[in-house]
Every structure is written in structure tokens, then in C-alpha cells.
């Protein structure tokens, strides 16, 4: 099991960049795809973002360009750097992860049902 806990949210302007973090409280980090989830009330969550075991990456068209996923193994933490970040960009961002035993979380990045641990959220508001 995983215990993950976002942070790094919060209002920034049009054009303005934030880095989202995401602690892993557990062992074995390394054994985990992650992926990063927004979500706007009303609909459902978006996956924009996955890393998985060896660095492999995949961003929604939302994002890509814009949007850089990256995980320090030594500090069992993910990471979103978004910049020029636009009010469209609004939401609740969460961090999922996954064992990924079949190597197919790169396939899943928009998979909800796909994740098996979730944080619990950080906002991010774009005006």
C-alpha cells in the first residue's frame, strides 16, 4: 500500500506557472506508475498526465507543451510543473498511483478505474 498526499496548489494568474507535489508514504515508490488527475465539479476527472517505472511519459492534448510530470525516487515524490497555465486550467488536482503489474498505465492515463491509490487533493485556481 501507498499514501499519497498532493501539495503545491493554489491561485496563480493567466501565464503563471505552480509545481504540484505529490509524497509517497510507503515502501517501494519505485514500483509504481503515477499519474496526476484533475477534475472540475460536474465532470469527470480528467487524467492528464502519467510516469511510469522507467521514466516513460504521456500527457493529455490539454496539457502537453504546457504540462512536465516528473518523480525524485530518493524523496518518493512526484511532481507537476505546469506553466503558462490558463483559467481553463482550474481544478482539483490529484495524484493516482498504480502497481501497474501488466505494464499498461501509459495506456490508462484517462482511465479512472485503472488507479489504485488516490491523494486526496490539491486546488488550483487560474484567473
Known amino acids: 500500500h501507498v499514501q499519497l498526499v498532493e501539495s503545491g496548489g493554489g491561485s496563480v494568474q493567466t501565464g503563471g506557472s505552480l509545481r504540484l507535489s505529490c509524497s509517497a508514504i510507503g515502501e517501494g515508490f519505485g514500483r509504481y506508475c503515477m499519474a496526476w488527475f484533475r477534475q472540475v465539479p460536474g465532470k469527470d476527472r480528467e487524467g492528464i498526465a502519467v510516469i511510469d517505472k522507467d521514466g516513460r511519459t504521456n500527457y493529455a492534448d490539454s496539457v502537453t507543451g504546457r504540462f512536465t510530470v516528473s518523480k525524485d525516487l530518493a524523496k518518493n515524490s512526484l511532481y507537476l510543473q505546469m506553466d503558462s497555465l490558463k483559467p481553463e486550467d482550474t481544478a482539483m488536482y490529484y495524484c493516482?498511483?498504480?502497481?501497474?503489474?501488466?505494464?499498461?498505465?501509459?495506456?490508462?492515463?484517462?482511465?479512472?478505474?485503472?488507479?489504485?491509490?488516490w491523494g486526496q487533493g490539491t486546488q488550483v485556481t487560474v484567473s
Open positions: 493516482a498511483a498504480d502497481l501497474d503489474l501488466r505494464r499498461l498505465c501509459l495506456l490508462n492515463r484517462n482511465y479512472e478505474g485503472f488507479w489504485d491509490y
